[in-house]
């Protein structure tokens, strides 16, 4: 081969007469007369594989068919001949007039939709709660207030508008004074169309404005998911959960006043027995009253629903930085979704056993004062709490 046959036209020209070119490789003649053949659709990958000289001849062909793109992604090359000879022939193609394509431009991305905070309540002695939604809305903000209960669904709901600021600032003063913990606007989509689907079983009729506030947040009335099975170790945790009558946000869990007013008359009856009992004799038999009430009490239904108040105030307690709390809670949700009964729940136990602590204080405090000692102990705290913006906090 003379030395002007490796000079990149007369190279081409084999390539494209199907002259044989012995001094290369017959796999890469081969390639190159597959590129010259449609340089529109070469890659810069493959050129890059071929010998120095072959490259040129592709090159080449793509100057005289005026393709651009193929030297505008050779210039950039980690093999330095092959991009010094990929310049030279966009410069050919700029003088002919030829620019290479610009690449379209990304279109900016949208921007993110506004979020808001999302609050919901902890879980009251009644089971009942309260969740704010926020819904972006002709330049301002709607501000959802529900009042939901765990035993009937959404009890109340009023629909506003208030400002950015305003939304910030009952939000974050919610979240300073322990009211509730703030979700995802999903979360509390959920939860709404939880307690929605509650309404619906227990044919508690809607609120106005429910079925638009459901429609506006995109969802339906839904079910809630059931727990996890219990865990192995959630069997220590039955035997702990009186500690989260220790906790401020359950320590005003009572009873209902059904239940209080029986375990009452059981221990007056008790107390009025002509029976000669020893103190720890009594102590013991007020014991097996506390301990017969709640279980009583605690039939499956009522044990689902307390073991998903457990489960949310598992989740408070996380974010107020009480795991151990966090952890007894939903070792005992478990337990309780389930129906598990031995060893009996130490939480339940409790929650009847705190009647008598209270009642005991109820007397000890009218003694004080010295008025007769009342019959039943106080009621749980029931006077409405409301947060600024008029949230109704259980």
């Given at each position: 081969?003379?030395?002007?046959?490796?000079?990149?036209?007369?190279?081409?020209?084999?390539?494209?007469?199907?002259?044989?070119?012995?001094?290369?490789?017959?796999?890469?003649?081969?390639?190159?007369?597959?590129?010259?053949?449609?340089?529109?659709?070469?890659?810069?990958?493959?050129?890059?594989?071929?010998?120095?000289?072959?490259?040129?001849?592709?090159?080449?062909?793509?100057?005289?068919?005026?393709?651009?793109?193929?030297?505008?992604?050779?210039?950039?090359?980690?093999?330095?001949?092959?991009?010094?000879?990929?310049?030279?022939?966009?410069?050919?193609?700029?003088?002919?007039?030829?620019?290479?394509?610009e690449a379209p431009k990304e279109a900016p991305p949208a921007p993110a939709p506004e979020?808001?905070?999302?609050?919901?309540?902890?879980?009251?002695?009644?089971?009942?709660?309260?969740?704010?939604?926020?819904?972006?809305?002709?330049?301002?903000?709607?501000?959802?207030?529900?009042?939901?209960?765990?035993?009937?669904?959404?009890?109340?709901?009023?629909?506003?508008?208030?400002?950015?600021?305003?939304?910030?600032?009952?939000?974050?003063?919610?979240?300073?004074?322990g009211f509730g913990m703030e979700v995802s606007r999903e979360e509390g989509a959920r939860?709404?169309?939880?307690?929605?689907?509650?309404?619906?079983?227990?044919?508690?009729?809607?609120?106005?404005?429910?079925?638009?506030?459901?429609?506006?947040?995109?969802?339906?009335?839904?079910?809630?998911?059931?727990?996890?099975?219990?865990?192995?170790?959630?069997?220590?945790?039955?035997?702990?959960g009186d500690q989260l009558h220790a906790t401020p946000e359950i320590a005003e869990w009572?009873?209902?006043?059904?239940?209080?007013?029986?375990?009452?008359?059981?221990?007056?009856?008790?107390?009025?027995?002509?029976?000669?009992?020893?103190?720890?004799?009594?102590?013991?038999?007020?014991?097996?009253?506390?301990?017969?009430?709640?279980?009583?009490?605690?039939?499956?239904?009522?044990?689902?629903?307390?073991?998903?108040?457990?489960?949310?105030?598992?989740?408070?307690?996380?974010?107020?930085?009480?795991?151990?709390?966090?952890?007894?809670?939903?070792?005992?949700?478990?337990?309780?979704?389930?129906?598990?009964?031995?060893?009996?729940?130490?939480?339940?136990?409790?929650?009847?056993?705190?009647?008598?602590?209270?009642?005991?204080?109820?007397?000890?405090?009218?003694?004080?004062?010295?008025?007769?000692?009342?019959?039943?102990?106080?009621?749980?705290?029931?006077?409405?709490?409301?947060?600024?913006?008029?949230?109704?906090?259980?």
């Amino acid at each position: 081969m003379s030395p002007a046959s490796t000079e990149p036209r007369p190279l081409l020209d084999a390539l494209r007469a199907g002259t044989p070119l012995p001094a290369f490789p017959e796999a890469d003649v081969a390639q190159a007369r597959k590129l010259v053949d449609d340089v529109g659709g070469a890659t810069a990958s493959a050129v890059e594989a071929l010998p120095e000289a072959l490259a040129g001849a592709v090159l080449e062909a793509a100057v005289l068919e005026g393709q651009a793109a193929l030297p505008e992604a050779l210039s950039a090359s980690s093999v330095k001949p092959l991009a010094k000879a990929a310049k030279k022939a966009l410069y050919r193609l700029r003088s002919r007039g030829v620019t290479p394509q610009e690449a379209p431009k990304e279109a900016p991305p949208a921007p993110a939709p506004e979020t808001l905070p999302t609050l919901v309540t902890v879980v009251s002695s009644a089971g009942q709660y309260g969740l704010l939604l926020t819904r972006v809305v002709r330049g301002g903000v709607e501000l959802l207030q529900v009042i939901a209960s765990d035993e009937q669904g959404v009890l109340e709901l009023t629909r506003t508008e208030q400002s950015r600021g305003d939304i910030r600032r009952i939000l974050k003063h919610a979240l300073k004074n322990g009211f509730g913990m703030e979700v995802s606007r999903e979360e509390g989509a959920r939860l709404l169309a939880e307690a929605a689907a509650l309404n619906l079983r227990t044919r508690t009729p809607f609120p106005p404005d429910l079925e638009a506030a459901l429609r506006h947040h995109g969802v339906q009335p839904q079910e809630p998911e059931p727990l996890p099975a219990p865990e192995p170790d959630d069997v220590r945790r039955a035997l702990e959960g009186d500690q989260l009558h220790a906790t401020p946000e359950i320590a005003e869990w009572v009873p209902p006043d059904a239940e209080v007013r029986g375990l009452m008359e059981q221990v007056q009856a008790l107390a009025g027995s002509p029976l000669a009992l020893s103190g720890p004799q009594r102590q013991e038999q007020m014991r097996q009253r506390v301990l017969d009430a709640a279980r009583a009490f605690f039939t499956p239904e009522v044990r689902q629903r307390y073991a998903r108040r457990l489960w949310r105030m598992a989740a408070f307690f996380d974010t107020t930085g009480r795991a151990l709390q966090a952890d007894i809670a939903r070792g005992e949700a478990r337990r309780l979704f389930q129906g598990l009964d031995e060893p009996f729940s130490l939480f339940a136990e409790t929650l009847f056993a705190k009647v008598l602590v209270l009642a005991a204080a109820g007397a000890q405090a009218q003694a004080a004062q010295g008025a007769p000692a009342p019959d039943a102990p106080p009621a749980a705290p029931t006077g409405e709490r409301r947060s600024p913006g008029g949230l109704i906090l259980p």
